[in-house]
């Protein structure tokens, strides 16, 4: 759909520049604004189908399983995501925390990470968690052209399956910024984006109180939920504040009768290859 909006729009372009053929002006420019907003949106949000299917909540799965009815009549799973691991000593604690409160959840790994701590992979599958796709290196996969984007996916998913045995289907982009080549060469691959519904901008300097009201305030059953567990070399890297949130975040949604799942018990999506 997208492919043939581009389409037409640039067939109007082209038919406007170099045959002068001039279509009523107001419908060019109102064709021209409304694929410029689709195309930003698309690039921009986590959550657009644009470009092709991103999962970012349960309900976007192609055939969900039955939420569980719980509190007032509101459906009630959610998934805790952990981008940019694994690195300690945040990945350890993180995984402490988890244990402690019976919850399972999926990391997306960058493959250097994985490449210089396997074991930390290793025990994060064996503690029952899932491993994602987030990249080699995290790099800024939206500027990268077709082939290096399948070359950085494929590094990563290397070190993955030497660390932790699979392949996964999972991938989360890089800086959350997205286009049209790379949902090709994850089409291509047999992977699938991975996107969020809430997120605490805890990639940041960010204090334990704001993760915890940016997550409590923003989460909707069925929500994705984007925190980090590592770093990407350039936001900082302290990520005490998250694991500290995270002792109150999952008690709090317990309590309003919210269970916690994997990204593939979430979305019905099987994450591992082959
Ligand atoms: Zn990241």
Known sequence: MYYRASSIVLLILCLNIFWGVKPVNYTLYALIAAWTAVSLRG??????????????????????????????????????????????????????T?????????????????????????????????LGNHSQTHPWVFKMLFRTISEDIEQCQREIEKAAGYRPRFFRQPVGLNNPSVMKVLDGMGMVMVGWQARAYDGFRVKKEEVVSRILG?????????????????????????????????????????????????????????
């Open 43 to 96: 690039m921009t949000s986590m959550r657009s189908q644009v470009f092709g299917r991103v999962y970012w909540r349960g309900e976007s799965a192609p055939t969900p399983a039955p939420p569980p009815r719980v509190g007032r009549g509101v459906t009630g799973a959610v998934a805790l995501t952990f981008d940019d691991g694994p690195s300690e000593p945040f990945t350890g604690r993180v995984l402490d």
């Open 98 to 130: 988890l244990k402690a409160h019976g919850v399972k959840a999926t990391f997306f790994v960058i493959g250097e990470n994985v490449r210089k701590a396997p074991e930390l992979a290793k025990r994060i599958v064996a503690e029952g968690h899932e």
């Open 218 to 274: 923003s989460v909707r059953p069925g929500g994705i939920i984007l925190l980090h567990d590592g770093c990407d070399g350039v936001m900082g890297c302290d990520r005490t504040p998250t694991i500290e949130a995270l002792d109150e975040i999952i008690p709090a949604l317990k309590a309003k009768g919210y269970e916690f799942r994997t990204v593939s018990g979430l979305v019905g999506v099987e994450n591992r290859q082959g």
